[in-house]
T-cell receptor, first 110, second 114 residues
Framework: RKEVEQDPGPFNVPEGATVAFNCTYS??????FFWYRQDCRKEPKLLMS???SGNEDGRFTAQLNRASQYISLLIRDSKLSDSATYLC???????????FGTGTKLQVIP | EPEVTQTPSHQVTQMGQEVILRCVPI?????FYWYRQILGQKVEFLVS????????KSEIFDDQFSVERPDGSNFTLKIRSTKLEDSAMYFC????????????FGSGTQLSVL
């Protein structure tokens, strides 16, 4: 089983739609969780950390389910500028290594 | 806003040649990383570095690879004898070291091995 798994998509959604991505991780010792955004041929940029209690930043909501070992990202009121690849990232406690998923591609359509 | 800078943005080399990719991490960060991304594939961990030592390295990071922090600002990745399959985008990243592991990436060096 891969350390971090994501549905590669693409998810094609109309402007204004709500879209959700999931990401599963295999190691139960995983401690820190993140969502990054990556535009084509650019560097990953941190979108948000994911906390046990769930967290929200504007139109973006991230949640963690430790029991089922997955994290999710919800984007409300999608904008054209949200079109990108969304990377899930996981760090295992005690290891200086952040592992990325393959990413989920989102295309917001006018 | 402080940022991670990488040079060069593009590097073309012949197979078997040595290349050095350079990075200047954010100044007060303590943890440094190299990742690579082959076109169309995932961002893969290569190595992490802290307190002048390698902390973790992946299977990709074999004897052909080395990292160095030659002074207080630069962090370099050397590939001794490049192979065709080393062609990729190489990203440097840094983190504060306060334990949250939030990575800040440079804009990358696109390495093409011919």
């Amino acid at each position: 089983r891969k350390e971090v798994e994501q549905d590669p998509g693409p998810f094609n959604v109309p402007e204004g739609a709500t879209v959700a991505f999931n990401c599963t991780y295999s190691n139960s010792a995983s401690q820190s969780f993140f969502w990054y955004r990556q535009d084509c041929r650019k560097e990953p940029k941190l979108l948000m950390s994911v906390y046990s209690s769930g967290n929200e930043d504007g139109r973006f909501t991230a949640q963690l389910n430790r029991a089922s070992q997955y994290i999710s990202l919800l984007i409300r009121d999608s904008k054209l500028s949200d079109s990108a690849t969304y990377l899930c990232a996981v760090n295992i406690l005690g290891y200086q290594k952040v592992t990325f998923g393959t990413g989920t591609k989102l295309q917001v359509i006018p | 806003e402080p940022e991670v800078t990488q040079t060069p943005s593009h590097q073309v080399t012949q197979m078997g040649q040595e290349v050095i990719l350079r990075c200047v991490p954010i100044s007060n960060h303590l943890y440094f990383y190299w990742y690579r991304q082959i076109l169309g594939q995932k961002v893969e961990f290569l190595v992490s570095f802290y307190n002048n030592e390698i902390s973790e390295k992946s299977e990709i990071f074999d004897d052909q690879f080395s990292v160095e922090r030659p002074d207080g600002s630069n962090f370099t990745l050397k590939i001794r004898s490049t192979k065709l399959e080393d062609s990729a985008m190489y990203f440097c990243a840094s983190a504060t070291g306060t334990g949250d592991e939030k990575l800040f990436f440079g804009s990358g060096t696109q390495l093409s091995v011919l």
